[in-house]
């Protein structure tokens, strides 16, 4: 699959005092991220891909976005984010249990799973409805390396680091 890559620094250049990407899904949802947490935005041909410095990468379809625009507004509306989702996992690195949070303001059909450094699956952690803030246990019980925590919605795919000690 062929990407164009933009990075970080191209998109402060580009437009200048911009503070926010803004994504608009077609279900109205509105996501909203601060420039500086972004690393890299991928297109492909058929999915937007982005990738913040704390190594979260949220994935979307490119059918299930309306728009994508850049935004300077600052403030109030810096806090309050419609369709905000927010993934936590702790502690990271790990040498034992650890805590998923994830928060999600709509509600959706959730998959949250553990993979390696390859994309198999290692475990499934929950499958089902998700609305709000809630907080999963995975006991870690793995070789220690690298691992993700892969969390499917409707609409998107979150993907966060973890290491294992």
């Known amino acids: 699959m062929k990407y164009i890559l933009f990075t970080v620094q191209f998109f402060i250049a580009l437009i200048g005092c911009a503070q926010n990407l803004i994504v608009t899904l077609n279900n109205s949802i509105i996501e909203t991220f601060p420039i500086a947490n972004i690393q890299s935005i991928k297109f492909g041909t058929s999915s937007m891909i982005l990738n913040e410095f704390d190594g979260t990468v949220t994935t979307w379809n490119i059918q299930n976005i309306n728009n994508y625009a ?73 070789p220690n390396g690298f691992y993700y925590c892969r969390i499917l919605t409707n609409n998107k795919t979150i993907t966060k680091p973890i290491i294992k000690k």
């Open 70 to 142: 850049f935004d300077n507004t600052s403030g109030i509306q810096d806090i309050i984010q419609s369709g905000k989702s927010d993934l936590s996992i702790f502690p990271n690195p790990s040498v034992g249990e650890v805590t998923i949070q994830f928060q999600l303001e709509e509600k959706s059909l959730i998959t949250i799973e553990i993979i390696d450094a390859n994309g198999n699956q290692i475990r499934q952690i929950y499958r089902g409805e998700h609305q709000g803030k809630e907080s999963y246990k995975w006991d870690g019980n793995v």
